[in-house]
């Protein structure tokens, strides 16, 4: 196998992670922030748990539900709010005029009844004219909830087939990976050792994330460490191959699952030849996501192919159709850092095999034979390592 098709993919991430593109300073003691949103969900659902089997009694349900000038206290959700929006502004607002001050009460009673009918009195004209405009506002909101434009259904469809077209023919989708892999993948020993590069950031954790598992390469190294580990792979074939190995992978969209994931549940993500799949604005929410379920002083390790080597960025990258835009070192590290990443540096690994011989060679033309190797065939790839402080 010519050594350019060898590094084109020379980590089995570059092709696993293209299953997986829809998929990608010290330890301190500072504490967690405090997820605010996740604490008001568990208190409603805790009282929604005692609702249901009764703990609360008649009289707190009657008075969660008693009527209000704004409604009942709590509420389902309503099935039709246009028609639910009708019946409220037909509704009028009751108010008790009687008074309970014992001889005084007569008297304020009829001061109270003379002075609403003098108030309504007044107020009658634009009361009317705000019941005509709320009834025509209705009736328009209806008509807008049934009627569309003609044809509109078809359109929507046309254009959601030419999506689906498109993505299947900027990506290639319909081809097959495990044969692309086969030919671009690398060698099982190659992938190990640029893995055993990075699995220092993890030892000692009981759950490291592996974005893109593909073939498990990772997670197999991870337990011989005795690290916990676990995958996401969008490739069902990769995750079921990892699973008969006794390794825990799920077949999964990679940003899918993190935002399904607690904050501060990770000790650890590693993902390989992710991030080159997406778009810049993607990976942000990517790593965003990345920051929040890791815990404080964990790490995030993300490698991809490193374009500042013209072999590379010009020719290699680009043999993967799935790739969106290579990912300038300076430019990921950026990424990490405006992401809440802390401290964030970047790693070169997996040097290129051809290069321009310097044997011989002295003064300028030895110093522009070292130039014309590291910028022609630099290392293939690179991590950018953050920890979350």
């Keep these: 196998m010519p050594s350019d098709q060898a590094g084109a993919a020379d980590d089995e991430h570059s092709i696993d ?3 997986a593109r829809n998929t990608l300073r010290h330890v301190t003691t500072t504490p967690a922030p405090i997820d605010v949103d996740a604490i008001m969900a568990e208190v409603r659902e805790r009282v929604r748990q005692k609702r249901a ?12 539900h008693a009527p209000l000038p704004g409604g009942p206290l709590l509420s389902d959700e309503l099935d039709d709010p246009l028609t639910a929006l009708s019946e409220a502004l037909e509704t009028e607002a009751a108010y008790d005029v009687r008074s309970r001050r014992g001889p005084l009460g007569g008297p304020i009673t009829f001061a109270r009844k003379v002075a609403i009918w003098l108030i309504r009195w007044y107020v009658q004209a634009f009361v009317s004219r705000q019941e005509h405009m709320n009834a025509l506002i209705v009736r328009k909101l209806a008509d807008l909830d049934t009627q569309l434009p003609q044809g509109i259904g078809d359109r929507l469809a046309a254009l959601e087939r030419a999506e689906r077209a498109r993505t299947v023919h900027e990506t290639a989708s319909h081809m097959d990976y495990g044969l692309f892999a086969e030919r671009f993948g ?7 050792a640029q893995a055993e590069r990075h699995v220092r950031y993890f030892e000692g954790c009981s759950r490291v994330l592996d974005l893109g ?3 498990g390469t990772f997670l197999r190294l991870a337990r011989e460490r005795g690290i916990g580990a676990y995958g996401v792979d969008l490739a069902r074939s990769l995750v079921d191959r990892s699973v008969a190995e006794g390794l825990e992978a799920y077949t999964i969209d990679a940003e899918q699952h993190l935002r399904s994931l607690p904050a501060d549940s990770l000790d650890g993500i590693f993902a390989v030849h992710i991030a080159e799949h997406v778009e810049p604005g993607h990976l942000l929410e990517l790593l965003h996501e990345c920051k929040r379920v890791l815990r404080s002083g964990r790490s995030l390790v993300m490698a991809t192919p490193n374009p500042r080597t013209l072999t ?5 990258f680009w043999l993967d159709p799935t790739h969106r835009k290579p990912l300038p070192p300076d430019a990921f590290q950026f990424y990490l850092q405006i992401s809440g990443f802390e401290p964030v540096t970047l790693d070169f690994y997996n040097p ?4 321009l011989s310097d044997d011989g060679l002295t003064g300028a033309a030895l110093e522009n034979a070292r130039l014309l190797n590291d910028t022609l065939f630099g290392d293939r790839d ?5 920890r979350k402080p």
Excluded: C, D, K
């Design 352 to 355: 290129s095999e051809q290069r």
């Design 213 to 215: 598992s593909g073939r």
């Design 382 to 386: 690179y991590a950018v390592i953050g």
């Design 53 to 64: 089997r009764g703990i609360y009694g008649p009289e707190v349900e009657a008075a969660l």
């Design 186 to 192: 690398g060698l099982e020993s190659q992938v190990r």
């Design 17 to 19: 992670g293209a299953h």
């Design 312 to 316: 590379v960025g010009a020719h290699l």
